[in-house]
């Protein structure tokens, strides 16, 4: 079992920045592919990054690229995700996930994810 608890969650005006974390506690972090999901009321929930076990390999959907990043620290089995220039559309409960089996690409599927965190709600006001 992996639990996560995500924080830095917030209100901020559209165009600033919030920085998320999750910590990750149970089994071994660095064997587990990370990522952030994101959902909004009446939306399903989304993809918006992963990062693999050591870091090599990143990906980002559409809608968070260049001005989303995603990196992690495995000595303090945290992942982050920092968000900047934020907008009004990126409001959402954002989820960390966590994943054992590895692949070659991305796997957006919410059901392909082992381990869910609560959520920390993100909101950007216009």
């Known amino acids: 079992q992996v639990q996560l608890v995500e924080s830095g969650g917030g209100l901020v005006q559209a165009g600033g920045s919030l920085r998320l974390s999750c910590a990750a506690s149970?089994?071994?972090?660095?064997?587990?592919?990370m990522a952030w999901f994101r959902q909004a009321p009446g939306n399903e929930r989304e993809f918006v990054a992963d990062?693999?076990?050591?870091?090599?390999?990143?990906f980002y959907a559409d809608s968070a690229k260049g001005r989303f990043f995603i990196s992690r620290d495995n000595a303090k089995n945290t992942v982050f995700l920092q968000m900047n220039n934020l907008k009004p559309e990126d409001t959402a409960t954002y989820y960390c996930?966590?994943?054992?089996?590895?692949?070659?690409?991305?796997?957006?599927?919410?059901?392909?994810?082992?381990?869910w965190g609560q959520g920390t709600q993100v909101t950007v006001s216009s």
């Open positions: 996930a966590a994943r054992t089996r590895q692949i070659v690409g991305v796997d957006t599927t919410v059901s392909s994810w082992d381990y």
């Open positions: 149970g089994r071994t972090f660095n064997d587990h592919t």
């Open positions: 990062i693999t076990r050591n870091g090599a390999s990143i």
